[in-house]
């Protein structure tokens, strides 16, 4: 898994690709190099594309909410954009699919 950030105005993009796992909840978005660029910017969206993700378990799902927990902490609203169906499948079982669209 990775992700790739570029701005524009006050919006923010997020490319995800590869695994959404266990793996991947141990990068904190928040306190990447990228992130901290956007916080100085005082970007008002983080559009988080998930086109690439092509796995993806709970523990995305708890990346994602913690992501928006953050981003909410940090006065930056998140739009998700091409939510892998499996995923929108996990967060419906979840009970938190409401939370991630």
């Known amino acids: 898994m990775e992700f790739k950030t570029k701005v524009e ?3 923010a993009y ?3 690709s590869g695994a959404l796992d266990r793996n991947f909840l141990e990068k904190d978005f928040w306190v990447s190099d990228e992130a901290q660029t956007i916080l100085k910017r005082d970007i ?3 559009v988080v594309d998930m086109e690439g993700v092509d796995d993806v378990d709970t523990a995305g799902i708890a990346w994602m909410l ?8 940090n006065n930056v609203g998140v ?3 091409h939510i892998p169906p499996s995923l ?3 967060a419906k079982l979840s009970n938190v699919d409401s939370l991630i669209s």
Not at 66 to 73: E, G, H, P, S, V
């Open 14 to 16: 997020l490319t995800i």
């Open 88 to 90: 929108v499948a996990l």
């Open 9 to 11: 105005d006050k919006d």
């Open 44 to 46: 008002k969206t983080l």
């Open 66 to 73: 913690n992501l928006a927990r953050d981003a909410k902490t």
């Open 79 to 81: 739009k998700f954009l």
